[in-house]
């Protein structure tokens, strides 16, 4: 499958289930080969990745609807938590104030680039696991779930929560994606 395919295929699925068409180890496996192979910036490797499966994605999801304290609907969360697992995506920012005080003339560009690197990893995750007939879809709970997801899985403080990627067995496929006009948004210059 070409990258403009599976760009193409890659869809948002809420209606997901615990039971995957391929072994979670299949999907850590994916998600730990992205991680690797996704560029960034002065191949700075800012980009952190948890992936929780099994029991403790049920208490991811809890926890996320405790730190809530009900303002977040219950079914909402429940559609989360009935996925085969969840995607964290961070930014380690120690690396990128490393970087900052290692090359100051571009010390303001370092967060923008360890975002652009994360955005990458997201795409190129959820692009994999559809290729592998997984459904995903992508949250920012963050930051007010931060502190109960770091105190869940024990992850250090430096790790900046970016984005949630509940993933699972597809339940039902969403509708067609509709035709857009992109030509306000893309711009050709030839000679």
Same mark, same amino acid.
């Given at each position: 499958?070409? @990258?403009?395919?599976?760009? *193409?295929?890659?869809? %948002? =699925?809420?209606?997901? +289930?615990? /039971?995957?068409? !391929?072994?979670?180890?299949?999907?850590?496996?994916?998600?730990?080969?992205?991680?690797?192979?996704?560029?960034?910036?002065?191949?700075?490797?800012?980009?952190?990745?948890?992936?929780?499966?099994?029991?403790?994605?049920?208490?991811?999801?809890?926890?996320?609807?405790?730190?809530?304290?009900?303002?977040?609907?219950?079914?909402? @969360?429940?559609?989360?938590? *009935?996925?085969?697992? %969840? =995607?964290?995506?961070? +930014?380690? /920012?120690?690396? !990128?104030?490393?970087?900052?005080?290692?090359?100051?003339?571009?010390?303001?560009?370092?967060?923008?680039?360890?975002?652009?690197?994360?955005?990458?990893?997201?795409?190129?995750?959820?692009?994999?696991?559809?290729?592998?007939?997984?459904?995903?879809?992508?949250?920012?709970?963050?930051?007010?779930?931060?502190?109960?997801?770091?105190?869940?899985?024990?992850?250090?403080?430096?790790?900046?929560?970016?984005?949630?990627?509940?993933?699972?067995?597809?339940?039902?496929?969403?509708?067609?994606?509709?035709?857009?006009?992109?030509?306000?948004?893309?711009?050709?210059?030839?000679?």
């Amino acid at each position: 499958m070409s @990258i403009i395919d599976t760009l *193409a295929s890659r869809r %948002t =699925v809420y209606a997901l +289930t615990k /039971e995957l068409p !391929v072994p979670v180890q299949t999907v850590i496996d994916t998600v730990t080969r992205a991680t690797e192979l996704v560029p960034d910036a002065f191949n700075m490797h800012s980009q952190r990745v948890a992936v929780v499966t099994g029991a403790r994605q049920d208490a991811l999801w809890d926890a996320i609807y405790e730190a809530f304290g009900g303002k977040v609907a219950r079914e909402k @969360i429940d559609g989360f938590k *009935a996925a085969a697992g %969840t =995607v964290l995506y961070f +930014t380690h /920012e120690p690396t !990128v104030t490393g970087m900052q005080e290692q090359f100051p003339r571009y010390a303001e560009n370092f967060p923008v680039w360890a975002q652009q690197s994360n955005g990458m990893l997201q795409i190129a995750v959820w692009g994999a696991l559809r290729e592998l007939g997984v459904g995903a879809n992508l949250q920012h709970y963050n930051p007010v779930i931060d502190e109960a997801v770091r105190d869940l899985l024990g992850l250090p403080a430096d790790w900046r929560l970016v984005a949630q990627m509940p993933f699972g067995g597809i339940a039902a496929e969403p509708g067609e994606k509709p035709a857009e006009d992109v030509s306000a948004r893309v711009r050709v210059y030839q000679d």
